[in-house]
């Protein structure tokens, strides 16, 4: 998607490992988030980020960090995967939150553990 | 639990036809937003509704807002094979709106 990309866009890895996601924007947008997308369960927020340095935790933060060093690049840390962080991840961005111009997806990133 | 649910999970129909899409929320909300996702893609914004706008318009799609009764509908006029899809709304609750929650979404499946 225009703006925003991800890495990598598929991988497995094993139990117990540390995984980092990477979701890069060319769009300058203050806000950026993380979702996991499971079935029959939509997106649920992971953490995200309303500037440089500054990050809250969402709905199944438990097991994630985040880090966001420099506007462009919002980082997910699984510090030691498990089979439940199985999943397709999702990064978007947004200029002003949630209030008024929508969010822009990348397109996803493919997580397995086994 | 989610703060949006859609309903119909599933829907079919014929292409020409209409498809309407519902989703309930639970608490007040700032702003509900409609996203359409194709297999194996991210999500993309169709449209926004706010708490004071009773209905909208973009294109094929109508959407409307009952803050009464906490629910919104999705409706696409004359569907297309191109519109199958999964259909998601999301709410911005009232105060800081900084995110979105996500309803489970409904997949349309429009046959040509």
């Known amino acids: 998607d225009a703006g925003i990309t991800q890495s990598p866009r598929h991988k497995v890895t094993e139990t117990g490992t540390p995984v980092t996601l990477r979701c890069h924007q060319t769009e300058n947008h203050r806000y950026m988030y993380w979702y996991r997308q499971d079935p029959g369960h939509g997106l649920r927020l992971i953490h995200y980020s309303y500037g440089v340095k500054d990050t809250d935790k969402g709905e199944v933060s438990d097991g994630y960090s985040v880090s966001r060093s420099k506007t462009e690049d919002f980082l997910l840390t699984l510090e030691s995967a498990t089979s439940s962080q199985t999943s397709v991840y999702f990064c978007?961005?947004?200029?002003?939150?949630?209030?008024?111009?929508?969010?822009?997806f990348g397109s996803g990133t493919r997580l397995t553990v086994v | 639990s989610q703060q949006g649910e859609e309903d119909p999970q599933a829907l079919s129909i014929q292409e020409g036809e209409n498809a309407t899409m519902n989703c309930s929320y639970k608490t007040s909300i700032n702003n509900l937003q409609w996203y359409r996702q194709n297999s194996g893609r991210g999500l993309v914004h169709l449209i926004l509704i706010r708490s004071n706008e009773r209905e909208k318009h973009s294109g094929r799609l109508r959407v409307t807002l009952d803050t009464s009764k906490k629910s919104s509908s999705l409706l696409i006029t004359a569907s297309r094979a191109a519109d199958t899809a999964s259909y998601f709304c999301a709410t911005a609750l009232s105060g800081s709106a900084r995110q979105l929650t996500f309803g489970s979404g409904t997949q349309l499946t429009v046959l040509p």
């Open positions: 978007a961005i947004s200029e002003d939150g949630a209030r008024g111009y929508g969010y822009t």
